[in-house]
């Protein structure tokens, strides 16, 4: 009777062992057999529904088990009516997901493990007579994530929505002002953050040229911060960051670069009406140094705060960022450390003594 059932309890051993095992290979061939390009008119449909933006898919769509990941090849989302059609409203090169085997085969739910991006490009832009924006009306970034996992929607659900890693490489970001037609642009936009959430800061690296309309100067950013996603997926904050700002001229006249050390406490953009705001802020270069803190608007680009400055020849300095200067700050040299109100408006700098 024991013999008989240590044989029984061996063989239900062995059948619990190899049983998901044998589903495992049953689900791998089916992968590997299956030509998943044929769903994409299925794909399309559903995220131009979602999106209310025609999507479409010209790369190709694959998915390997090991590791478990979607690949989706080069894609577009285009603007809705009624505004530029010469730049898609999103595009990329390809979008690699990492999901989680377990989940799909325990829960029977999609969870996305980590993203690799290439070559992102988002436009953004407002029109001049109604206020309004192409982004204005995109579903919100927790509607989107219940969307791929199948569920209602709710804030706990997209909080709770957590990524090992996300990368992004060669992304891009182009604003058209309400007055003009020229673009405001970041390029060669650089991200890697570790274990992503809306719960807890995370680690993040980030690079970025930046290029500003009627600019003689571009400039290359690097930094390094905790990063941190705002509630219900608003914007995002980096708090105690350090870094690097140069400043390099555009024109092939022979002009060294200027760089200047950073570092901040906190600063965050809100991307649905473009504000941002930040506090504790250093930057250090060209014989002196600069703290302020700001607050204002992308678009149109305004700021106002409060700055203490050391050592500072504003004149040089306007030259570098790009700035004007009413005539009596054109001379000024700072050396006092002495608190100021300041303001940017109409791509002059004024400031103001606390005295």
């Known amino acids: 009777m024991a013999k008989k059932f ?7 051993v ?27 008119p299925q794909i399309e449909k559903q995220v131009s529904e979602l999106t209310g933006r025609q999507f479409n898919i010209e790369g190709s769509i694959d998915v390997n088990v090991l590791p478990f990941t979607l690949s989706i090849g080069e894609s577009q989302l285009n603007s809705p009516e009624g505004f530029n059609d010469k730049y898609p409203q999103l595009a990329f090169k390809s979008l690699l997901l990492q999901l989680s085997l377990s989940e799909l085969f ?16 988002i ?28 569920q209602s929607g709710t804030e706990s659900e997209a909080n709770a929505w957590k990524l090992d890693s996300l990368v992004v490489q060669d992304g891009s970001f182009r604003y058209k002002s309400v007055n ?47 990063g941190k996603i705002l509630n219900q997926w608003q914007g995002i904050a980096l708090q105690d960051w350090r870094g690097i700002l140069k400043s390099q001229p555009v024109s092939e006249l022979p002009q060294p670069a200027v760089t200047f050390i950073q570092s901040g406490k906190h600063i965050q953009l809100n991307w649905s009406e473009l504000g941002w705001s930040g506090n504790g802020i250093l930057l250090n270069g060209l014989n002196g140094h600069v703290n302020f803190d700001f607050k204002g608007r ?31 700050l054109k001379k000024a040299v700072f050396t006092d450390n002495q608190k100021y109100n300041w303001q940017y408006l109409n ?6 003594s606390e005295k």
Do not use: C
């Open 14 to 40: 062995l059948v619990l062992i190899i049983l998901p095992v044998l589903i495992f290979l049953g689900f791998a061939a089916a992968v590997n057999f299956m030509d998943f390009n044929g769903y994409k």
């Open 180 to 226: 003009s037609q020229k673009l405001w642009t970041l390029q060669e936009i650089e991200v890697v953050a570790n274990h992503v959430g809306s719960a807890q800061p995370f680690p993040l690296s980030l690079s970025f040229l930046h290029m500003a309309a009627d600019h003689s100067h571009q400039f290359d950013v690097q930094l390094n911060a905790d």
């Open 123 to 150: 436009y953004w832009e407002r029109n001049a007579q109604t206020g309004q924006s192409n982004w204005d009306n995109f579903p919100r970034m927790d509607q989107l994530i219940a969307s791929i996992k199948g």
């Open 6 to 12: 240590a044989r029984t309890l061996k063989m239900l």
């Open 298 to 328: 992308l678009a149109p680009f305004e700021l106002s705060g409060q700055a203490a400055l050391n050592k500072v020849n504003l004149n040089q300095w306007s030259e570098v960022f790009g700035f004007s200067l009413s005539e009596n």
């Open 347 to 352: 791509g002059e700098v004024s400031l103001i």
């Open 106 to 121: 325990l829960a029977k739910t999609i969870e996305v493990k980590s993203i690799e991006w290439l070559e992102p490009s």
